[in-house]
């Protein structure tokens, strides 16, 4: 067993291995950089090889703080920092320097100019003259400029350096100087790091002890086959490393798309395939688009200061579109052409022009279906929304809608229930699904679609239905119209595994990282 190790070793552990044999003692990870020589990459790779042959074993002791420059301070290191350059200056340069005189020249934001010479004057090295121009008094400042000059600099050629290696008065600079909160605005960057201490293992003890006797007899190796070997004949006279297929690589953190973004992504992806044309507006909508195209009253409870985020300025938009605000006016009036009796009440024309954040994505269908929209027509939006609510699992305050219209002369409720079910199974990846009848002012026949969820059990996705002729008439649209408003946060808490709405929203960077990918 210990042979079959030991011919399965990388020269890259068998140099940190040979490290625990002339110290003869427990190794820091700081340790083993330094006496192996090797690359933090290298060292890296070589520790979770050995440890997961189980040859050593890591223990956490503490933690160290590791100094390093922001981007603000390698500008500093580049160029030397502001305090020093616009001291200089005015020492060497007697004309008029105002604060923006001074930025030009030296190339700096005028808020730092401001910053530095608000320093500068506090500690009497400058004034400021009439026509806010800057003259040198004295060079009070110099001892201060020149050790965070100095730390500067240091930083700059070591790239990084444990705290404890700096000087009492260079920490207190440091910390100074440091921003935990928008650390690129500082100069110094201070991270936290844990000490590792690396122990073998009586494995690793048992492979020391003949690893030195293994490697006299071992022929060279090599990993890769050449042509060169095989012209010449020379894989005759080599061995080839051995390698295991349950080594875990290095892990690499690389950049990805937030899992839910991803999700809705690869949504629209799904619906352009189907033919259908995207729905985009605004959030801030007026009540008019929002609810009142929709043939919702203006005494409809969902207006409620508890239900919709009034916008407090402005509170009104200039003009509705004619004729649509008549249109719509008379349908709630009277019913219009449409047939109907409408609402009976009369028309706030001045409440309608409200403005609120969007409390449901069939605003973009109206707008749609008064934008001369093609006939047959398919349309389809992913809009934020926002409403008060309580938030728990399944509730949030603010949403996303998958909102869908379908224009035709043939379309009926059937097919209507057709595309949710697939809706349900192709992008919430649902096992089960049902309908329940509903009621919505804008729709008649209506619906609900209700999924299983594996862990919260039913759950309703959102509603759809026909609309009414008080919607699609007033809005000059004489053909059927099936529409649908489903919540797809709801779908990708299935389809992405989760039990939890709020964590689709999550800066969480394990889920971000392994959660798995939309198929």
Request: hydrophobic letters at 35%; charged letters at 25%; one cysteine or more.
């Amino acid at each position: 067993m210990t042979s079959d190790i030991i011919s399965s070793l990388h020269p890259l552990e068998i140099e940190v291995l040979n490290r625990f044999k002339t110290e003869n003692k427990s190794l820091l990870w700081t340790e083993i950089l330094e006496k192996t020589g090797l690359k933090e990459s290298q060292l890296r790779t070589a520790i979770e090889w050995l440890l997961h042959k189980g040859l050593i074993v890591t223990e956490i002791t503490g933690v160290e703080e590791i100094v390093t420059l922001t981007k603000t301070g390698i500008s500093y290191g580049e160029k030397g920092i502001p305090e020093k350059r616009i001291v200089q200056l005015l020492t060497e340069e007697t004309g008029e320097n105002t604060m923006g005189h001074i930025a030009e020249l030296l190339c700096l934001e005028k808020e730092e100019v401001g910053s530095v010479t608000g320093f500068l004057k506090k500690h009497k090295d400058i004034s400021i003259e009439a026509g806010g121009i800057l003259k040198i008094l004295s060079n009070n400042s110099a001892p201060y400029i020149e050790k965070k000059q100095c730390l500067v600099n240091k930083l700059f050629q070591k790239k990084q350096v444990m705290i404890t290696e700096l000087t009492k008065e260079e920490e207190e600079l440091a910390r100074s100087l440091y921003r935990k909160r928008g650390t690129e605005q500082g100069v110094f960057r201070i991270d936290e790091k844990p000490v590792m201490l690396y122990h073998l293992t009586e494995e690793g003890k048992e492979v020391i002890l003949h690893l030195e006797d293994s490697l006299k007899e071992r022929k060279t190796e090599i990993s890769q086959i050449t042509p060169e070997l095989l012209q010449e004949g020379k894989w005759k006279e080599v061995n080839f490393r051995k390698y295991s297929i349950t080594l875990n690589p290095p892990r690499l953190i690389i950049g990805k798309k937030h899992p839910y973004r991803q999700f809705l992504d690869w949504v629209r992806q799904k619906f352009t395939a189907l033919g259908f044309k995207e729905m985009e507006g605004s959030i801030v909508e007026t009540e008019f688009w929002d609810m009142d195209a929709l043939f919702m009253p203006q005494f409809h409870s969902a207006r409620n200061i508890h239900d919709v985020y009034y916008i407090k300025e402005p509170e009104y938009c200039r003009e509705i579109e004619e004729p649509y605000l008549s249109n719509v006016a008379d349908c709630h009036e009277n019913g219009g052409n449409t047939g109907s009796t409408g609402w009976r009440y009369n028309f706030d024309r001045e409440k309608t022009k409200r403005l609120i954040l969007r409390s449901q994505g069939t605003a973009l269908s109206a707008r749609t279906l008064a934008g001369n929209p093609e006939i047959p027509g398919k349309y389809f939006g992913i809009a934020r929304c926002f409403r008060y609510d309580q938030i728990d699992a399944t509730h949030g305050t603010d949403f996303f809608q998958i909102e869908g219209i379908v224009i035709d002369e043939t379309i009926n409720f059937p097919k209507l229930l057709g595309l949710l079910n697939l809706f349900a199974k192709e992008i919430a990846k649902a096992k089960k699904t049902k309908f329940t009848p509903a009621y919505f002012p804008f729709t008649e026949p209506s619906v609900e679609l209700h999924v299983e969820h594996p862990v919260l059990g039913w759950m309703e996705l959102g509603g759809a239905g026909i609309f009414r002729p008080e919607v699609t008439l007033p809005l000059g649209i004489n053909v059927p119209v099936i529409a649908w408003g489903l919540g797809i946060d709801r779908m990708a808490m299935i389809s992405l595994g989760i039990n939890d709405i709020r964590q689709l929203f999550s800066h969480d960077l394990n889920f971000i990282r392994n959660s798995k990918a939309v198929i």
